[in-house]
């Protein structure tokens, strides 16, 4: 992978669409290096490699602000606050910066997936399979991201080879969604259940249950909850939740049975490794990281958006995740002085005190989780029909029993509604901080009343409404970032900006 990621940088970084003028200037002798790295299998696994790559990125920086902050779930004390406070235009850097990897990644995959027929032998058909499913899965994935953060976006397939073939138009959302569900369709055919390991074959590459579980989450996304049911079910019973919740994320059990598939950190460079110390938990223990979890205790003070349905508050008595997630540190509280010490709360989640440098972990980062899965079935059982203690009842009490909770029953939750809320707050204890919850609330279409909670609370702050469309597949109301500015000079043909920018 480090090799290949020197090896990238020469050959395909340049094929990054909003720089594809520069392609042909002058002779391609990139092109020839390519033509001949991806001639053979070897040659294609490390194009492989090269595609999940901007994973590291990702998830390093455009999710924190992104899908994290931008959520109910964190704030900022510190001035970037433009996530938080979604005062957010398209010449905003890090838009730019997010649209870059996803499309870096895509244009790996077309590339790899185009080169792939026209080699002659391969040690096995499985392993052909393995080259043209994990393909396709990277490339659903980052347009998946794509089409949540930015709605159309250019639909590129193919590999490029002149400017002509990337300056494309914004393709609708529909057709977006369209293409994302060939590629996972293809990806559950092509993919194993397990993998055997050797070349290629790593543990930790996707598998058809990674598959399965994104095509129901893409399933939740718009709505098809039968699609999300059928989708799971054969997940169901091929992991297990982990006993110790903390072993989900301090690198002791990755890709284990409660995981479904993560970001495969483990170098020795800040390229490999996330600075997770610096984000999320004090990298000194001194105090000062970028981003909090919301408290009410705070009342709006602090800094940005601070408090509002606070996500402190959401634990109940005796949730042995609260420990993990948060932690106080028996820090002084820099923010204010007159409370007692570890008052502050950090994101615990992460923490790495074993990696140095502290801000280079080599922790894996989980994108699909097996608790993600039972919370996603549950979720998709009740809105085709609320049944008092049936599986759904089931599934999140496996959930909330493991985490040291009583269970739920017909008594409890009564009705569909009072079900449906309990789910969307399992979702974001279980799953806090991991880059879900703003997905969430946009997919349920109550981004704009949650944010606007905290605005109020923190005073003389509103939600811009106008950048909220209708979406087109679910109807609900919908956020969506703003295409990067410059990519409208880089590209004639991207035609209209989202609403309110």
Not at 167 to 173: A, H, K, M, T
């Amino acid at each position: 992978m480090n090799n290949y990621i020197k090896y990238i940088g020469l050959v395909l970084i340049g094929i990054l669409f909003h720089n594809c003028s520069k392609i042909l200037e002058p002779e391609p002798e990139g092109q020839v290096a390519l033509d001949a790295l991806l001639s053979t299998e070897e040659g294609l696994i490390t194009g492989v490699n090269g595609i999940f790559q901007p994973l590291h990125n990702i998830y390093g920086g455009t999710m924190v602000q992104m899908a994290g902050r931008s959520s109910d779930d964190t704030w900022t004390w510190r001035k970037e606050t433009e996530s938080d406070i979604f005062n957010i235009d398209e010449a905003f850097g890090l838009i730019e910066t997010t649209w870059e990897n996803h499309y870096r990644g895509i244009t790996r995959a077309n590339t790899v997936l185009e080169r792939l027929p026209l080699v002659e032998s391969f040690s096995s058909d499985e392993m052909r399979r393995l080259i043209e499913g994990q393909s396709k899965f990277m490339r659903a994935y980052y347009y998946f991201n794509l089409v949540r953060f930015y709605g159309g976006v250019p639909l590129l397939v193919n590999e490029i080879k002149t400017p002509a073939d990337a300056e494309l138009p914004r393709s609708s959302i529909a057709e977006i969604y369209t293409q994302i569900k060939l590629d996972l369709g293809d990806a559950i055919t092509l993919l194993p259940t397990t993998y055997t390991g050797g070349i290629g074959q790593e543990v930790g590459r996707p598998t058809k249950y990674a598959a399965l579980a994104l095509m129901a989450t893409v399933n939740l996304e718009l709505e098809e909850w039968e699609g999300a049911v059928s989708n799971t079910i054969e997940i169901i019973g091929k992991g297990r939740l982990l006993e110790n919740y903390a072993d989900n994320f301090n690198g002791s059990q990755e890709n284990g049975p409660g995981s479904i598939f993560e970001v495969q950190y483990g170098g020795e460079t800040g390229a490999t490794t996330i600075n997770s110390r610096g984000t999320y938990s004090p990298p000194d223990l001194q105090g000062g990281a970028a981003n909090l979890p919301t408290d009410d205790t705070w009342n709006g003070e602090g800094g940005s958006l601070s408090s509002g349905n606070g996500i402190v508050q959401e634990y109940e008595p005796g949730d042995k995740r609260k420990d993990v997630s948060l932690a106080g540190y028996d820090l002084d509280n820099f923010l204010f002085p007159d409370q007692p010490k570890g008052s502050l709360l950090y994101i615990n989640k992460f923490f790495n005190e074993v990696d140095q440098p502290i801000t280079q972990s080599t922790w894996n980062f989980p994108i699909i989780r097996y608790a993600d899965v039972l919370l996603m079935r549950a979720e998709a059982l009740n809105e085709i029909g609320y049944v008092p203690n049936g599986e759904a009842f089931n599934l999140l009490n496996e959930i909330r029993v493991n985490a040291g909770l009583g269970a739920h029953d017909a008594l409890s939750l009564t009705t569909q509604q009072e079900f449906r809320e309990a789910i969307r707050k399992e979702r974001r204890v279980e799953l806090a901080f991991e880059s879900k919850r703003y997905f969430d609330l946009n997919r349920w279409g109550i981004l704009r009343d949650k944010i606007q909670f905290q605005m109020d609370i923190k005073g003389e702050l509103t939600f811009p409404s106008n950048r909220l469309i209708q979406h087109p597949i679910t109807g609900k109301s919908y956020f969506l970032y703003p295409i990067p500015l410059v990519e409208f000079s880089n590209n004639a043909n991207l035609q209209e900006q989202n609403p309110g920018y």
